[in-house]
């Protein structure tokens, strides 16, 4: 999935999940997941893959680059002290994304995106503006906040290009 095969990424992820059908047997003990409890962490894997999830706490980088549905994409994530949702929505020659805080404190200075549309980014928290920089770095656009925040439990940052 992190190569771009989202498709054959999802195909493995089902063949599996077809094979350990719990009427079959233990569904809990996927050797191709190192046994057991690896279940879980190898599904978090794929769905962050999924998600083109980036999170760097201590320097305050979060990104996103959805594999599938980008125009209409919505994820959970967590961070080191907090855990929300990205939104991302593509109409036409606009993209607007937002990160949500549901619970904790996060730090971003950050955040990069998947996007193709030309522009700068327009940044708000709580419906105001924020001041912040636009550079591109391959297919991602990166928006540095002029000053680092700290996102609180129900807080959103809105980010709008194009």
């Excluded at 809990?28 to 690896?38: F, I, L, Q, R």
């Amino acid at each position: 999935v992190w190569d771009g095969m989202a498709e054959e990424g999802l195909s493995i992820c089902r063949a599996v999940h077809d094979r350990y059908q719990p009427i079959k047997r233990n569904p809990y003990n996927e050797v191709e997941c190192s046994d057991h409890y690896a279940r879980a962490m190898a599904s978090w894997g794929v769905y962050t893959a999924l998600s083109g999830f980036s999170y760097h706490g201590p320097a305050g980088r979060i990104g996103f680059a959805p594999r599938v549905t980008p125009s209409a994409f919505r994820a959970a994530f967590t961070a080191a002290e907090g855990w929300g949702t990205f939104d991302q929505r593509i109409s036409g020659s606009t993209q607007t994304a937002s990160v949500y805080l549901a619970w904790g404190r996060m730090h971003v200075s950050e955040i990069a995106l998947a996007s193709s549309l030309p522009g700068d980014a327009k940044v708000t928290f709580g419906g105001r503006p924020v001041a912040s920089t636009t550079r591109r770095d391959g297919d991602s656009v990166v928006v540095a906040l002029a000053s680092p925040m700290v996102l609180s439990a129900q807080q959103m940052l809105t980010i709008q290009i194009g």
